[in-house]
């Protein structure tokens, strides 16, 4: 039977986003090409990841080590050459973020594998697939496909897939052995360092109202501060706002800053330049406010209003209060 592998992703006892949205593609594809759907989880007492993974997968492949209790770039590529090289599945998909960059790379030429990496589209064609990477940036939406046969390995970026619930599969729990032996590794782990804690998540808002060089001066960032509170959002805003200081680093949006994917995304006074809506683009609906009927937001979005923000942005915080008093 066929079969596609998606690598678990795991921080601290708690699976990452990434995994479940390689999951559900994975499982799409895997039904449109008569493939099941496995996922490799590595670890030391992950059982209950397990657990919690059966139902969205055909089988857990639990490998399990003390080895493999921190990240490791050379203890994962050893254990997933072993796994790959004995199942064979026809495609790998492993997350393009830093812990997948870091080693898919040097896996893929050990087993010298195909491997494309951070992409946001994947489509089946019989044994084959159809990929789509971004290039210059986010500028340009590149098809691609493979040129030797498989089986093939593709990083997926995070946030181009939005999970779907779908009908519970009865998965089995594997246990494999590791393949790891006491022999000396270069690099070793130090210690986990956690990421300085913003005052706010935006990855996790479901409301986002961003502001974008539109603004004009910080001075007249709380004009859109209350109508964010208004409607239950959060603050958030592109990269030019950040490299004036107005606001922190934690609350820019695009490419170097966070992928967001809120149910609404409001962007007032933001032109659209490619990075920015590079880290928008799994928002559920997109509304712009701009001045300029010729922005490249409007392209990006459902909904638009060609208007001056500082007329419209408080007539729309006014009746939104007015709906909530009735």
């Not at 050893?78 to 870091?102: C, F, N, S, W, Y």
């Not at 360092?193 to 001066?217: N, P």
């Not at 659209?272 to 010729?294: E, L, R, S, W, Y």
Request: hydrophobic content about 45%; proline content about 5%; aromatic content about 6%.
């Amino acid at each position: 039977m066929k079969e596609i592998i998606v690598l678990a992703e795991h921080r601290r006892g708690e699976l990452r986003d990434v995994t479940w949205e390689m999951l559900s593609k994975g499982r799409q594809l895997a039904e449109s090409m008569g493939a099941e759907i496995g996922v490799a989880l590595l670890g030391k007492g992950v059982g209950p990841l397990a657990e919690i993974l059966k139902p969205k997968t055909h089988r857990v492949l639990l490998i399990e080590d003390d080895r493999l209790e921190f990240y490791n770039s050379e203890t994962y590529e050893k254990v997933l050459t072993q796994l790959i090289t004995e199942r064979k599945p026809l495609l790998t998909l492993i997350g393009h973020t830093a812990m997948g960059m870091d080693f898919a790379p040097g896996l893929a030429a050990h087993l010298r594998m195909p491997l494309a990496t951070d992409c946001i589209g994947i489509d089946a064609a019989e044994e084959a697939f159809s990929l789509t990477r971004q290039l210059y940036g986010g500028k340009v939406n590149a098809t691609v496909s493979f040129l030797k046969k498989g089986p093939y390995m593709v990083t997926v970026r995070s946030g181009a897939f939005p999970p779907i619930d779908k009908e519970a599969l009865a998965g089995e729990l594997v246990k494999l052995p590791s393949p790891l032996t006491d022999e000396g590794l270069a690099k070793r782990f130090l210690q986990y360092v956690e990421a300085a804690i913003g005052e706010v998540d935006i990855t996790q808002a479901d409301i986002l109202v961003s502001i974008g060089r539109g603004i004009k001066e910080a001075e007249n960032i709380p004009i859109i501060k209350e109508f964010a509170d208004a409607i239950g959002g959060t603050l958030s805003c592109s990269r030019p706002v950040v490299d004036k200081k107005w606001l922190p680093k934690d609350r820019q949006v695009g490419t170097s800053g966070k992928t967001v994917k809120p149910k609404v995304y409001i962007a007032i006074g933001i032109s659209g330049a490619f990075q920015h809506v590079a880290g928008m683009k799994g928002a559920g609906t997109v509304i712009a406010i701009n001045k300029d009927p010729k922005a490249p937001i409007f392209s990006a979005a459902q909904y638009g209003i060609v208007a001056d923000l500082f007329k419209i942005v408080p007539v729309l915080k006014d009746k939104v209060k007015q709906l909530k008093q009735k």
